[in-house]
């Protein structure tokens, strides 16, 4: 069964700061690999989409890698904002999607 | 992309009745699911809805408690039963297209169904 964790649980930084957010997973057969930022009580909003064959995506300050032979995709915010501040949440597909329990960040001004 | 429409957005029931929860989806998908997020846990996956037969449940999760109903290719409904408040939880809907290479491609979700037992 495909376990996802991510790593750090909680993250903390100033504003400005470029951080990087890690997940791993044990099964390397993935067909993607997704991550999503979720805000207090909300749904889940798509950030970024690797599909198996790519290595990393980018979207504006967001920098998606993955590597998966070793089960391993980071994601990198760069030149954080406040706005930023949310959990980010990253799950891999097969014939479903698993999760991992997610990154809670907090950007302080 | 999707465009989903979940209802109700929330909702505070009590013990013992059922809640159905509705998502609807602006063009034909191929995959539907629905997943639980407990206060501070991340996403389970309760089951698959499958268009025209029974959903599939993952473990720890029966049809009897959550039924699921998907009679086309936009919508499907999540109905939590005889409830309690162990069930307050966010419960969400989610939609993937299949991929060319089968399995999922990317996933899409509703805004969430905030329901609080009591």
């Known amino acids: 069964k495909q376990e996802v964790t991510q790593i750090p649980a909680a993250l903390s930084v100033p504003e400005g700061e470029n951080l990087v957010l890690n997940c791993s997973f044990t099964?390397?057969?993935?067909?993607?690999l997704q991550w999503f930022r979720q805000d207090p009580g909300k749904g889940l909003t798509s950030l970024l989409l690797?599909?198996?064959?790519?290595r990393e995506q980018t979207s504006g300050r967001l920098n998606a890698s993955l590597d998966k032979s070793s089960g391993r995709s980071t994601l990198y915010i760069a030149a954080s904002q406040p706005g930023d501040s949310a959990t980010y949440l990253c799950?891999?597909?097969?014939?479903?999607?698993?999760f991992g329990a997610g990154t809670r960040l907090t950007v302080k001004p | 992309s999707a465009v989903i429409s979940q209802k109700p957005s929330r909702d505070i029931c009590q013990r013992g009745t059922s809640l159905t929860i509705q998502c609807q989806v602006d063009?034909?998908?191929?995959?539907m699911f629905w997943y639980r997020q407990q206060p501070g846990q991340s996403l389970t996956l309760i089951a698959t809805?499958?268009?025209?037969?029974?959903?599939?449940?993952e473990s720890g999760f029966v049809i009897d408690k959550f039924p699921i109903s998907r009679p086309n290719l936009t919508f499907s409904t999540l109905t939590v039963s005889n409830m309690s408040p162990e069930d307050s939880s966010i419960y969400l809907c989610?939609?993937?297209?299949?991929?060319?290479?089968?399995?999922?491609?990317?996933?899409?979700f509703g805004q969430g169904t905030r329901l609080t037992v009591v």
């Open positions: 099964d390397s057969a993935i067909y993607n």
């Open positions: 989610s939609v993937a297209l299949g991929s060319v290479a089968g399995g999922l491609s990317e996933a899409f």
């Open positions: 799950a891999v597909a097969n014939n479903d999607m698993r």
């Open positions: 063009s034909q998908v191929t995959m």
């Open positions: 690797i599909q198996s064959s790519q």
């Open positions: 809805a499958n268009q025209g037969s029974e959903a599939t449940y």
